[in-house]
């Protein structure tokens, strides 16, 4: 598989994830969090990740952990619809 194809795979899991936590937690541009609250869920997340990661050994460990972060990402993505996307300078130059 290539990399696009790859990426491309991620991306749908992305939308995917996103779309369940849409469902389970309508957001609203009204609605929502501000900044330091998406950052605070994405942590807890992560954490979730980290210790899925720790408590087991091996690939169900390594698969809940990916579960953890395709869950984190996508709520980055929810933070990015509510305030907007601001890319690096770098890239858009």
């Known amino acids: 598989m290539g ?3 790859h990426r491309q795979q991620i991306y749908e ?3 995917r994830e996103r779309a369940y936590q849409q469902a389970e937690r309508p957001l609203s541009h009204r ?3 501000e900044i330091p609250g998406w950052i605070a869920i994405m942590r807890s997340e992560l954490a979730e990740a980290e210790e899925a990661w ?5 690939a169900p ?3 809940e952990s990916l579960r953890e972060i395709l869950q ?6 929810a933070a990015l619809e ?7 300078e770098e890239i858009t130059s």
């Not at 720790?54 to 091996?58: L, Q, W």
């Open 3 to 5: 990399i696009s194809q």
């Open 13 to 15: 899991a992305i939308d």
């Open 31 to 33: 609605q929502g969090h």
């Open 54 to 58: 720790v408590k087991g050994d091996g």
């Open 61 to 63: 460990a390594n698969a």
């Open 72 to 77: 984190v990402v996508a709520t980055g993505v």
């Open 82 to 88: 509510q305030h907007g996307v601001v890319e690096r």
